[in-house]
C-alpha cells in the first residue's frame, strides 16, 4: 500500500475512533490496530496512538464542559493522579512484555460488557455511591490511569464502569467525566513515550486532527440521545475490542 493512501486511511481511522470515543470509549479499538497494520513497530504505535488521542479526548472534555455535564475544577486532583498513573504505566510499557495484559483484557472488557448489557437501572440518573470520593480519586483513578500508560485500549470503559457502578453517577455523567480523566491519562501516557522517542509526530498530528472533529461530532450525538445511545453502544464496543484481542 503507498504511503500516501496508508496515511489517508489512518486519517480517517482516527476521525471514526473519535466519534466511537467521545460516545462509549474504546477509540483504541480503531487506531492501535489501524496504526499496527499502518507498520508502526508496537511502542510507536502506542506513542503516536496517545498523540492524536490527545486530540479526541480533550475536544469531548471541550463538549461536555460547555454543556454543563462536567466541572472541570473539583475533577482537576483525580486528574492528576490519572496523568500520573499513566506515566507510570507508560514508563513499564517500555520495559514490561504485554503478552500476559492482552491475554486477560478480552475477559475484563466481555464482563463490563455484560454489566452494563443486564444491570437494570442504568440510566442518566444519578444512584447511590458506593465508596467515598477519596477512595475513588486515590485508587481507581491512578489505576486505570496506569492501565492507560501501559496499553491502552478499552480505558473510557473501565473509568466508565468505575464512575457506574462505584461513584454512582448516571450514564450520560459518567461519560462526560471519563473523557477528562482519559484526556489526564492521555497525556501522561504522551509525555512519557514522547521523551523515549517514540512517536511519529507529523501522522499522530494528522489523526489528531481528525480525532478533535471525530470526537465533537461524537459528543454532540451523545447528549442528545444520553444513555439510550451510550449504554448499547458501550457493550458493542466492548464485546467488538474483545473479539479483536482475541483473534489478534
Known amino acids: 500500500m503507498p504511503f500516501d493512501e496508508t496515511f489517508l486511511l489512518l486519517v480517517l481511522a482516527a476521525f471514526g475512533a473519535g466519534l466511537i470515543d467521545a460516545i462509549a470509549g474504546g477509540g483504541g479499538l480503531i487506531t492501535v490496530p489501524a496504526l499496527l497494520l499502518g507498520g508502526l513497530d508496537p511502542l510507536s504505535a502506542l506513542g503516536t ?5 490527545l486530540f479526541g479526548s480533550a475536544s469531548a472534555t471541550i463538549s461536555y464542559a460547555r454543556r454543563g455535564h ?12 490519572s496523568f500520573a498513573g499513566a506515566c507510570l504505566g507508560a514508563l513499564l510499557a517500555t520495559a514490561l512484555p504485554l503478552d500476559l495484559l492482552r491475554r486477560l483484557l478480552p475477559f475484563l472488557l ?15 440518573i444519578d444512584r447511590e455511591r458506593r465508596i467515598s470520593p477519596r477512595t475513588f480519586a486515590l485508587v481507581f483513578v491512578p489505576l486505570i490511569g496506569a492501565y492507560d500508560g501501559l496499553f491502552g485500549p478499552g480505558t473510557g470503559s473501565f473509568f466508565m464502569l468505575a464512575f457506574v457502578s462505584l461513584a454512582g453517577y448516571g450514564v450520560l455523567k459518567a461519560t462526560a467525566h471519563t473523557k477528562l480523566l482519559n484526556f489526564a491519562s492521555n497525556v501522561g501516557g504522551f509525555a512519557v ?12 498530528l494528522a489523526m489528531g486532527i481528525a480525532q478533535f472533529l471525530g470526537a465533537r461530532v461524537g459528543a454532540g450525538v451523545a447528549m442528545r440521545f444520553g444513555a439510550g445511545l451510550i449504554r448499547p453502544l458501550l457493550v458493542l464496543v466492548c464485546i467488538a475490542l474483545a473479539v479483536r484481542l482475541l483473534w489478534s
Open 193 to 204: 513515550f514522547a521523551v523515549v522517542g517514540t512517536i511519529h509526530w507529523k501522522l499522530g
Open 110 to 124: 466481555i464482563a463490563i460488557a455484560i454489566y452494563f448489557a443486564v444491570k437494570p437501572g442504568l440510566t442518566d
Open 49 to 53: 496512538n496517545k498523540l492524536q488521542s
Open 70 to 81: 462536567v466541572k472541570l475544577g473539583p475533577l482537576l486532583p483525580a486528574a492528576g493522579l
